[in-house]
């Protein structure tokens, strides 16, 4: 039913910059809280950030609070994650998701999933 597609991952040094996209089809994009969650290799998929349907809440997870920004643009179906002052512990593979209307830092609650996009960075 909704399909993301996530673009703008790469490898890039500590300290520098990334910025992450998260197209969404689909008719219903602005009804859907909209989370970034990761993977480090060995490690389980985490809670990354989320915002909700309107914009107007974000939140995060304390190791990236201050250096990271979601944001969201409905006319576009498109959420968005600004990443500053990249460290070496940040390297994953970054996931877009969706969940029905639910604020909710439970991977287990969010419906759809992107196939990800790889974010390397180097010492």
């Known amino acids: 039913q909704v399909q993301l597609v996530e673009s703008g991952g790469g490898l890039v040094q500590a300290g520098g910059s990334l910025r992450l996209s998260c197209a969404a089809s689909?008719?219903?994009?602005?009804?859907?809280?909209m989370g970034w969650f990761r993977q480090a290799p060995g490690k389980e998929r985490e809670f990354v950030a989320h915002i909700s349907p309107n914009g107007g809440r974000t939140y995060y997870t304390d190791s990236v609070k201050g250096r990271f920004t979601i944001s969201r643009d409905n006319a576009k179906n498109t959420v968005y994650l600004q990443m500053n002052s990249l460290k070496p512990e940040d390297t994953a593979v970054y996931y877009c998701?969706?969940?029905?209307?639910?604020?909710?830092?439970?991977?287990?609650?969010?419906?759809?999933w992107g196939q990800g996009t790889q974010v390397t960075v180097s010492s």
């Open positions: 689909g008719r219903t994009f602005s009804n859907y809280v």
């Open positions: 998701a969706a969940a029905d209307r639910v604020l909710t830092t439970d991977l287990r609650r969010y419906d759809y």
